[in-house]
């Protein structure tokens, strides 16, 4: 099943499988999230927002408006 990274379990590994087009796709390929790369979230801040996310083999602080633009689906 395909959602988006603001969605996703915590400590669970999902598989990015496209960004959504608009404003942010740029911003996200270049930081790293590119189809086919393992993310999983690791925690959240106190408010939930933002969310630390392990992408290949870096961690990465997004907004959950940046996160819902990245489709994933899970892999483990």
């Given at each position: 099943?395909?959602?988006?990274?603001?969605?996703?379990?915590?400590?669970s590994?999902?598989?990015?499988?496209?960004?959504?087009?608009?404003?942010?796709?740029?911003?996200?390929?270049?930081?790293?999230?590119?189809?086919?790369?393992?993310?999983?979230?690791?925690?959240?801040?106190?408010?939930?927002?933002?969310?630390?996310?392990?992408?290949?083999?870096?961690?990465?602080?997004?907004?959950?408006?940046?996160?819902?633009?990245?489709?994933?689906?899970?892999?483990?």
């Amino acid at each position: 099943m395909i959602t988006n990274a603001a969605e996703i379990e915590l400590e669970s590994t999902y598989e990015i499988e496209s960004l959504s087009e608009g404003s942010l796709h740029q911003k996200l390929s270049e930081m790293g999230c590119i189809p086919g790369t393992e993310i999983e979230k690791l925690f959240t801040a106190p408010g939930g927002d933002p969310v630390a996310y392990r992408i290949d083999s870096y961690i990465l602080g997004l907004r959950l408006a940046e996160a819902s633009q990245i489709m994933v689906k899970r892999v483990k």
